[in-house]
């Protein structure tokens, strides 16, 4: 069974930094694309960044390119989302999603594309 724990969120100023990460176990995550999503109250869950495991391919939400870095380390099965330059707009709980196949690019952002999610981590960003 595969498990994501997400962790990292917490309070910052704007304009400051966080760094999330997902870690995920129960099987091998070879071929798997990995995501990142937010949702702010009211709003649909939205993408934000995504990445091949294997592969090294990444996709980014226009919203947060040149601010946010997703990235991964094999060896501690771990994703990770480094985001800078934070806004209050970045407000939500983030979700780790993740699914066996290496997604294409035009369903990457797709919510329903994944198969498994984490509970999600708040972020707040104050003013």
């Known amino acids: 069974q595969v498990q994501l724990v997400e962790s990292g969120g917490g309070l910052v100023q704007a304009g400051g930094s966080l760094r999330l990460s997902c870690a995920a176990s129960?099987?091998?995550?070879?071929?798997?694309?990995m995501g990142w999503f937010r949702q702010s109250p009211g709003k649909e869950r939205e993408f934000v960044a995504a990445?091949?495991?294997?592969?090294?391919?990444?996709y980014y939400a226009e919203s947060v390119k040149g601010r946010f870095t997703i990235s991964n380390d094999n060896a501690k099965n771990t994703v990770y989302l480094q985001m800078n330059s934070l806004k209050p707009e970045d407000t939500a709980v983030y979700y780790c999603?993740?699914?066996?196949?290496?997604?294409?690019?035009?369903?990457?952002?797709?919510?329903?594309?994944?198969?498994?999610w984490g509970q999600g981590t708040q972020v707040t960003v104050s003013s």
């Open positions: 999603a993740a699914v066996g196949l290496r997604l294409l690019p035009k369903v990457v952002t797709t919510a329903r594309a994944y198969r498994y």
């Open positions: 129960g099987r091998t995550f070879s071929g798997y694309t």
């Open positions: 990445i091949t495991w294997n592969g090294g391919s990444t």
